[in-house]
Nanobody, 124 residues
Framework: QVNLVESGGGSVQTGGSLRLSCTASEFTAATTHMGWFRQVPGKKREGVAAIDSVGSTSYADSGRGRFTISKDTAKNTVYLQMNSLKPEETGMYYC??????????????????WGRGTQVTVSS
């Protein structure tokens, strides 16, 4: 497993932007795929965006066109730029990593390492 630390959460108004960061202790085979997930109390964790080792990206329909996932290999960091945020996107955002090639990229069960999360609150 790899250690993941998220940052960049906060409170914004509807339509605002945030950039989340996830720094891994190292980029190895265990971080072949990395993803961002959102969870609110009482609901299942859901995939938001994912990126693989060659930069191929996947997005949930809800965020496509407004969210951008990217990575800086030199800094062992993955980013999630979120624009035009909506109140329903409030939640705890988690970064995750996996070595699993071929596993569904936006499925939490595909991921082996998880960060502790960063809170995003979007007010109306």
């Amino acid at each position: 497993q790899v250690n993941l630390v998220e940052s960049g959460g906060g409170s914004v108004q509807t339509g605002g932007s945030l950039r989340l960061s996830c720094t891994a202790s190292e980029f190895t085979a265990a971080t072949t795929h990395m993803g961002w997930f959102r969870q609110v109390p009482g609901k299942k964790r859901e995939g938001v965006a994912a990126i693989d080792s060659v930069g191929s990206t996947s997005y949930a329909d809800s965020g496509r066109g407004r969210f951008t996932i990217s990575k800086d290999t030199a800094k062992n960091t993955v980013y999630l730029q979120m624009n035009s945020l909506k109140p329903e996107e409030t939640g705890m955002y988690y970064c995750a990593a996996t070595w699993c090639i071929g596993c569904p990229r936006l499925s939490p069960s595909s991921y082996k390492s998880w960060g502790r999360g960063t809170q995003v609150t979007v007010s109306s």
